[in-house]
C-alpha cells in the first residue's frame, strides 16, 4: 500500500481523474468501479473535462458503483443513481446506459439483488481500478466495523451514526435511508487496482489507522493491507506521520458519508 500526499484535495482529484482517464484510453473496454460522496465530486468534474477537451470513446467502458440506498427510486435526488447521471454520465453522455450498473434501491428482495449483482461483477468483471473513500471509522463502501472481510455484495443495516451524518442530504432524518445494498469487502478486493481518497482534517484518523499496518475487521478498509495494488491519495490535511508508530482510530471517529 502506497499513501501519497498530493498536497490539496484539487491535485488529487485531477491525478486520479487522469488515472481513469488513462484507464480508459489503453483499453476501450475498461471496467471501473466508482464511488459516490462528497469527496468524489472533485474528482469527476475533472474527469468530465478531459473527457470532454479529448472526446474520448467510452461507449465500451463498463462502469460498476459500491452502492445505493434501499428504498430510493433512480429518480430521487439522494440515490446514487441520481447522482451518477448528474455528476457524470449526463455530462459525458457518450456512456453505454446498458453498460452502467448499480445496485437496484427499489427491489422486492434486498437479498436477492445483492446476489444479482455479485453475479454480475463476476460475470463482468474484475474491476480494472476500483475508486474508494473511506468513513471516519474506517468503512468503506457501507462496510461498518465489524463486517467479516469474507463478506461479498450484501444488504446492510446502516448504523446510527451513518444516518445521522447522511441526514444532511434530506429533508428530514426520518426519510433517510435505513438499509443499503453495497459492495462486500472481498467484492472489492477483486478489483485488479485499487485508488483510495481521502481528504481533510476529519479523514486524518482514519488514515492514521491504515498507516499503521494493522488489520482487524473494526476499521473495515484495513483490509486493504492484503491487497497487492492499493494506493491512497491524501491532502496535507488528512495527511501522517508514516514514521510515527502513534497511530489509531480514537472514539471520536464513529461513521460518516464519505
Known amino acids: 500500500m502506497k499513501i501519497i500526499n498530493l498536497g490539496t484535495s484539487h491535485q488529487a482529484a485531477f491525478y486520479v481523474a487522469t488515472e481513469l482517464y488513462k484507464q480508459m484510453l489503453l483499453n476501450k473496454e475498461s471496467k471501473l ?14 474527469l468530465v473535462t478531459l473527457l470532454q477537451n479529448n472526446r474520448l470513446d467510452v461507449s465500451q ?5 459500491l452502492d445505493e440506498y434501499i428504498g430510493l427510486d433512480s429518480d430521487h435526488p439522494a440515490s446514487y443513481h441520481y447522482y451518477m447521471r448528474h455528476i457524470l454520465f449526463d455530462r459525458y453522455p457518450m456512456f453505454d446506459t446498458a453498460k452502467i450498473h448499480l445496485p437496484s434501491g427499489i427491489t422486492e428482495d434486498a437479498d436477492e439483488e445483492a446476489l444479482r449483482y455479485e453475479a454480475l461483477l463476476d460475470k463482468r468483471g474484475p474491476v480494472d481500478i ?8 474506517g468503512h468503506i463502501g457501507f462496510n461498518e466495523p465489524g463486517t467479516p472481510f ?5 444488504r446492510v443495516d446502516l448504523t446510527e451514526s451513518t444516518i445521522e451524518a447522511n441526514s444532511r442530504y434530506f429533508d428530514n ?5 435505513k438499509q443499503a445494498i453495497s459492495m462486500g469487502l472481498q467484492s472489492i478486493m477483486k478489483a485488479k487496482r ?19 499496518g494493522r488489520i482487524t475487521p473494526e476499521v473495515p478498509a484495513t483490509i486493504l493491507h492484503q491487497h497487492p495494488n492499493v494506493e491512497v491519495y491524501v491532502d496535507h490535511a488528512a495527511m501522517v506521520d508514516l514514521n510515527s508508530q502513534n497511530v489509531g482510530l480514537d472514539e471520536s471517529c464513529r461513521g460518516d458519508q464519505v
Open 33 to 46: 468501479g466508482l464511488a459516490t460522496g462528497g469527496t468524489m465530486i472533485e474528482m469527476y468534474k475533472a
Open 61 to 65: 467502458v463498463e462502469t460498476f458503483n
Open 130 to 137: 476500483q475508486i474508494l473513500g473511506i468513513g471516519q471509522n
Open 150 to 154: 469474507d463478506s461479498l455484495t450484501h
Open 173 to 177: 432524518r426520518e426519510d433517510v435511508p
Open 194 to 212: 485499487i485508488i483510495l481518497l481521502a481528504f481533510g482534517a476529519h479523514k486524518k484518523q482514519a488514515i492514521a489507522q491504515l498507516a499503521s
